[in-house]
């Protein structure tokens, strides 16, 4: 719900950055629609992830600067500086978009070098000191994550083709490289060259070329650091900018016609944008969570829920990167709230659960991806799949919290030995014994395993 909020908060200040790059006839409407459909945002603003609150962030910092350049007034350059360099303590990669939106905010303002230079050199200085101090107090994580420089290879990413290639698809939806997106994108590139209307084309080519021109040049080693579609969410207004102003030509031919035109334009765009906002929606509900969710409704309240575990299927790859089957808990517990959720991940979060005393009924989640699997699993937990892949135990009767964390243990020892290739049940293994020992050492970002995706320290290769 956040993510989805943040990404609400961000269609104003699009709609205030269409209005300040002053394009003739532009409506801001039909580049705010066409954001708010865009496929990645909308995947995005469905993830409890931060990178929509980058995204607000970023364009509300964007008006600011762009209110600074047509102004050059040196405070309003300081408060954008201020406002972009903070956007760090969102996201680690933040700081490049907050490079480049300062840098076309800058290549925007009107007048000769040195009045743009005298204008905004406080702004700068403001931009470095809000982020610099943070990337050197955590350079150590970032090399850690990302990889950035040393023996990386640069335009990594997940699909093989270059970055430029990932990159349009990412912000024009369509199965060719040239689709109605870009082609109207490279006719509003052709028009404003034209008009000579050079301050937005350089802000939106600049905008949309810089994070494309640093995953294709930056060498990398890091899983974090491939070219994912996230990383195109804050340039995706840009880009719109220059298809509406394609489409708006188009329909300028039309003569009398042209508003009609341009609002059929515009909804075969959006039409676009939605069926493949609607594919993701269905691939997410093919997870099947629903199918969980309905069998434990019924439990008992205040029965426990522990960690999930599981083999990686194409759908729950697809939809969260870095963490499968390991959601699943979370997932349930979100939407059956007289569950009690123990992620024993770590041994941390079992610590205070085993300091109580009151019996109560657990519960396990597990996920099987192949048929292979499922028919391993079913005859190890004695309990028939739901949903063709999940695997939901319960205790036979109340037990007192040691009791029901050794159950566990015994459980997840004979998933372990059906399921072998699911090695991360070693994790919950290991925070399950060591708290039984009390000799419980917290892991992970923050002790807490879930955090990052390139957890645990058990290495796997297959989640």
């Known amino acids: 719900m956040p993510s989805l909020v943040f990404s609400c908060l961000a269609l104003p200040a699009v709609a205030l950055i269409v209005r300040r790059l002053a394009v003739d006839e532009l409506p801001a409407a039909a580049v705010v629609v066409l954001t708010a459909l865009s496929p990645i945002p909308v995947m995005y603003a469905t993830f409890g992830r931060p990178h929509t609150l980058l995204f607000a962030w970023l364009m509300w910092a964007t008006v600011v600067a762009l209110a600074a350049a047509d102004s050059g007034d040196r405070r309003l350059w300081i408060a954008a500086g201020a406002l972009l360099g903070l956007t760090v303590f969102v996201h680690p990669t933040a700081p490049l978009y907050a490079l480049t939106a300062f840098g076309a905010a800058w290549l925007y303002a009107p007048g000769s070098l040195r009045e743009k230079v005298r204008a905004a050199w406080p702004g700068a200085v403001a931009l470095l000191v809000t982020f610099v101090p943070y990337y050197v107090k955590t350079l150590h994580v970032l090399s850690d994550r990302y990889g950035v420089g040393g023996n990386g290879q640069a335009g990594r990413t997940f699909s093989g083709r270059p970055v430029w290639e990932d990159a349009l698809h990412f912000v024009a939806p369509g199965r060719h490289d040239v689709n109605y997106f870009t082609a109207l994108a490279a006719l509003g590139v052709v028009v404003l060259l034209a008009r000579r209307s050079y301050r937005p084309l350089v802000f939106c080519v600049f905008t949309v070329a810089a994070p494309i021109a640093f995953f294709s040049a930056v060498p990398t080693s890091g899983d974090s650091a491939l070219f994912f579609d996230r990383y195109m969410i804050p340039v995706t207004p840009a880009f719109l900018v220059l298809v509406c102003i394609g489409v708006f030509t188009v329909a300028s031919w039309a003569g009398t016609w042209r508003v009609l035109v341009a609002v059929v334009l515009v909804s075969g765009?959006?039409?676009?944008?939605?069926?493949?906002?609607?594919?993701?929606?269905?691939?997410?509900?093919?997870?099947?969570?629903?199918?969980?969710?309905?069998?434990?409704?019924?439990?008992?309240?205040?029965?426990?829920?522990?960690?999930?575990?599981?083999?990686?299927?194409?759908?729950?790859?697809?939809?969260?990167?870095?963490?499968?089957?390991?959601?699943?808990?979370?997932?349930?517990?979100?939407?059956?709230?007289?569950?009690?959720?123990?992620?024993?991940?770590?041994?941390?979060?079992?610590?205070?659960?085993?300091?109580t005393t009151r019996p109560r009924y657990g519960l396990w989640l597990f996920y099987a991806a192949s048929s292979d699997e499922v028919t391993a699993a079913q005859k190890a937990l004695d309990t028939s799949p739901i949903g063709g892949h999940y695997f939901a135990v319960r205790s036979s009767e109340p037990l007192a919290p040691r009791a029901l964390v050794r159950e566990g243990v015994r459980l997840r020892l004979r998933w372990k030995q059906a399921v072998p290739v699911n090695r991360r049940v070693d994790e919950l293994l290991a925070a399950d014994r060591s708290a039984l020992a009390g000799a419980c050492v917290p892991y992970g970002d923050l002790g807490d395993p879930g955090i990052s995706p390139h957890w645990p320290p058990v290495k796997t290769t297959h989640q």
């Open 269 to 355: 765009l959006a039409a676009i944008e939605v069926r493949f906002d609607l594919d993701h929606r269905r691939a997410t509900e093919r997870i099947g969570v629903d199918g969980v969710v309905a069998v434990v409704r019924h439990e008992q309240a205040g029965t426990v829920l522990f960690g999930s575990t599981g083999t990686s299927g194409a759908n729950f790859s697809a939809f969260d990167y870095g963490h499968p089957a390991n959601l699943l808990d979370h997932l349930v517990a979100l939407r059956v709230s007289s569950l009690a959720r123990v992620d024993d991940e770590t041994c941390s979060n079992l610590v205070p659960f085993l300091r």
